[in-house]
């Protein structure tokens, strides 16, 4: 965890406004917008860990203070005892972390000082006790909601443990090398040269040993290189193929030129990547605006174009000029279960409803798109989730509706990937991701976010 240099008890308190802001419902992303500059990496490190231990420390607060406290002086209570919580390298002294939270109580509520002062002092003379009772809560056991690990042991019964502690550890930070600027293996070089240590792990990726901030990374802003896990980056080589075409794979390679929608495209990264491998007309959608801007100044830093237009990919008559695509890219909007590690509030923010209303609108997504591809043409399918609702389910569900869409074979669509480092599934044969840790053999070395992919071609 990043250790920060600002006052600890400031930073409690705007961890707690985070904390606060996320169990209200709003994104960590829109609370942590509002921080103070200054304070804001700091705040975002301290947020991470507490609401990666909410569950934990939700049920830990209830044993300890079974009458809620006010709104915000429970938020302080809870980030205090994630950071509390036992780990292997705790980031700040038992007594440190207490009486800065106490500082930070007095500035929030001066009356709540003694209470959280209490609270905590217990918290720690009966730490192992509590934390044995408050992990007999579903919840506090997992740190998940109920319905989430539900739907996980459904779809994943021989792996669900696994996904839950996956989510609370964190994410590697992944580059992908632009290919008209250089290698994987010259850019890992190029980072030595600066300090900082790396490794390949697949075609275009490189994993930081630990992650920096993108100023520290050479070539950045000239647009030598951008940050997306490795297994984001299998939808541009997957969409644009290799030329090693199968007998009967007719589209099997993307022709210069290709005309080709990115139908869900901010922030930009897999336009950028399809744009960096191929020359291609690629037009952006996105159905929001603002988004849409980042799309723009991704383009920008990476000296790369596209067309863009801000609209509903599903409402085609708003938006297409008739001529047909050579291939689509439809990254969906979707539960975004498979990257919790990156976003550990998305768990508190999703309801088990939400499922069913996200899948019925990739649906309509797949339908509205669909008979804008030629035929021969290609739709590529992806979601960052890791539940079959939003995944194989769904594609086995448009096969039913589409008779003229059928699932590439070659190479196979990679499907479910789970963000585990021993994951089963191989990456597409044509874009091998290397294993260049421990020689023991995992598709992803780097241990990718969670993913699904199917390709469809139309006959």
């Known amino acids: 965890m990043h250790t920060p240099s600002l006052p600890l008890a400031r930073l409690l308190g705007h961890t707690a406004d985070a904390v606060q802001a996320v169990r209200s419902g709003q994104s960590l992303n829109d609370a942590l917008a509002r921080c103070p500059a200054d304070a804001r990496p700091g705040t ?129 930070m992944t580059l992908r090398v632009n290919a008209r600027r250089s290698t994987p293996q010259a850019y890992v070089e190029r980072l030595a040269r600066e300090g900082i240590a790396a490794r390949v792990v697949a075609a275009q990726a490189v994993t ?96 790369l174009a596209a067309r863009t237009c801000a609209a509903d990919a599903g409402e085609p008559a708003a938006w297409w000029d008739g001529r047909p695509f050579d291939a689509v890219l439809l990254d969906a909007p979707c539960s975004a279960s498979g990257i919790v590690r990156r976003h550990p509030d998305v768990r ?43 995944g194989q389910d769904q594609i086995d569900a448009f096969l039913q509706r589409q008779g003229d869409a059928s699932v590439v074979k070659h190479p196979p669509s990679p499907g479910h990937l789970l963000p585990l480092p021993d994951n089963e599934h191989e990456a597409p044969n044509r874009h091998p991701v290397l294993d260049t840790g421990t020689g023991s053999g995992p598709a992803f070395a780097a241990s990718p976010d969670g993913f699904f992919y199917a390709l469809l071609q139309k006959r």
């Open 44 to 172: 975002q490190a301290l947020s991470f860990h507490a609401l990666r231990w909410l569950g934990s420390a939700q049920a830990a607060r209830a044993l300890l203070a079974p009458k809620a406290p006010p709104l915000a002086v429970d938020a302080l209570l809870l980030a205090a005892i994630a950071l509390l919580w036992p780990a292997d390298t705790p980031a700040y002294t038992d007594h440190t972390l207490v009486d800065q939270a106490v500082t930070a109580a007095r500035l929030r509520s001066k009356a709540s000082a003694p209470f959280v002062n209490a609270v905590l002092r217990r918290f720690l003379r009966e730490r192992t006790a509590i934390v044995a009772a408050a992990q007999r809560d579903p919840v506090g056991a997992t740190n998940h909601p109920v319905w989430w690990v539900e739907r996980l042991q459904r779809d994943w019964p021989d792996q669900w443990q696994a996904v839950l502690a996956a989510n609370n550890q964190r994410a590697p």
């Open 208 to 303: 930081l040993a630990t992650p920096c901030p993108v100023t520290r990374l050479p070539g950045f802003a000239q647009g030598d290189v951008s940050v997306q896990d490795v297994a984001a980056q299998l939808a541009a080589p997957l969409l644009i193929g290799d030329g090693s075409a199968q007998p009967g794979a007719a589209g099997w390679q993307l022709p210069a030129g290709a005309h080709v929608l990115d139908a869900c495209a901010a922030p930009g990264g897999k336009t950028a990547h399809l744009l960096e491998l191929a020359d291609l007309d690629v037009l952006a959608l996105d159905s929001d605006a603002q988004r849409l801007q980042r799309v723009h100044e991704t383009l920008q830093r990476l000296s």
């Open 348 to 390: 508190w923010l999703r309801r088990a409803a939400d499922i069913a209303a996200l899948a019925k609108t990739q649906a309509r997504l797949l339908d509205a798109l669909w008979p804008l591809l030629r035929a021969g043409g290609r739709l590529l399918y992806c979601t960052c989730s890791v539940f079959k609702a939003e």
